[in-house]
């Protein structure tokens, strides 16, 4: 099998959770909104944030400034808030040096996912960072992993490994995709009864680390 592993973004190469949970709060704070209105906020963004998301943030609070200013503030915020831990990056690179094409794919607007890549480092230790705005395709779409692969020279079809913590995007799509997985799963059981994925991991050093030492 080829030298590929493609890696998800959020919650797996960083933390997104504790980010956008800092975010809500001091939006929260700046705008004047209640603890209700706070936990709907959290809703609109949890999943994935787009502009779109900030018309609706905009109309629902009847805030002052654009929908464009709003999610610009967003995004400077996510992209300086998030990190990716060092030895990770060193694992990153080790992966490299040892002969791995190594993409990241991740759901999201190109311009914030691109950002984080970039400010957290990730961005000069991978071969390719794809963002499904910028594909036209996410995942668990089969194309998704397919233009992965290739934006680092490599072909789907010759397999390789997908990590990541998303359930249904990472493994059920990577496994469609014909790739191998490892599930960032936090200890947590597989939640389905379909077939597990190939390894569990708590996070992603260990799932570079079985890169690194398990698979010839
Ligand atoms: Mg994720």
Not at 1 to 20: E, H, K, S, W, Y
Not at 54 to 67: K, M
Not at 137 to 160: H, I, Q, T
Request: proline share 3%.
């Amino acid at each position: 099998m080829q030298r590929l592993a493609i890696f998800d973004l959020d919650n797996t190469l960083v933390d997104r959770q504790g980010p956008l949970t800092d975010w809500v709060s001091a939006f929260s704070s700046q705008y004047a909104l209640n603890d209700h209105d706070r936990a709907d906020l959290l809703q609109v963004v949890h999943a994935r944030a787009y502009p779109s998301a900030f018309e609706t943030i905009r109309a629902q609070y009847g805030l002052a400034p654009s929908a464009e200013t709003l999610w610009r503030d967003y995004c400077a915020y996510m992209a300086r808030s998030v990190s990716c831990p060092a030895d990770v990056l060193e694992g990153l690179s080790t992966l490299r040096r040892t002969g791995w094409k190594i993409a990241v794919a991740t759901n999201g607007a190109n311009e914030i996912q691109t950002e984080k890549a970039a400010v957290s480092g990730i961005v000069d230790h991978v071969d390719a960072v794809c963002a499904s705005e910028a594909a036209g395709v996410r995942k668990p779409e089969v194309a998704m992993f397919e233009k992965a692969a290739a934006s680092c020279g490599a072909d789907l079809a010759l397999g390789g490994w997908m990590i990541g913590d998303g359930v249904d995007t990472d493994i059920r799509g990577g496994r469609a995709a014909g790739l191998r997985t490892i599930w960032i799963g936090g200890g947590r059981s597989w939640p389905g009864d379909d077939a597990e994925p190939d390894h569990a991991t708590t996070d992603v050093r260990q799932a570079i680390d079985l890169l690194l030492t398990t698979v010839s």
